[in-house]
Nanobody
Framework: QVQLVESGGGAVQAGGSRRLSCTVS????????MGWYRQAPGKRRESVAV??????NYADSVKGRFTVSRDNAENTVYLQMNSLKPDDTAVYYC???????????WGQGTQVTVSS
């Protein structure tokens, strides 16, 4: 059974940093696309940062502040978040899948709250 377990969420003041981690288990081999999405209250879930076949893609709102990376040996994807803003407050979800499949896997979500 595939599981994605996130950690690293919490409360931080504006301008601060936070690092999210997501570890994948239950799969032989590796997903070729992994990344982070977020959902703020009353808003739709949106893509934040995705790494696919080694290439990264960021939402315009986080470019220059967030960095996504993965450690294949540990089957883990990270999201380093710097210069956080109150607008970054959301539940952050880890996502993983294969580009040739419509089915993807989700983590349970981790709350990030940025206070001004």
């Amino acid at each position: 059974q595939v599981q994605l377990v996130e950690s690293g969420g919490g409360a931080v003041q504006a301008g601060g940093s936070r690092r999210l981690s997501c570890t994948v288990s239950g799969i032989i081999g590796r997903f070729n696309t992994m990344g982070w999405y977020r959902q703020a209250p009353g808003k739709r879930r949106e893509s934040v940062a995705v790494i696919t076949n080694g290439r990264t893609n960021y939402a315009d709102s986080v470019k220059g502040r967030f960095t996504v990376s993965r450690d294949n040996a540990e089957n883990t994807v990270y999201l380093q978040m710097n210069s956080l803003k109150p607008d970054d407050t959301a539940v952050y979800y880890c996502n993983a899948g294969f580009t040739w499949s419509d089915y993807t896997y989700w983590g349970q979500g981790t709350q990030v709250t940025v206070s001004s």
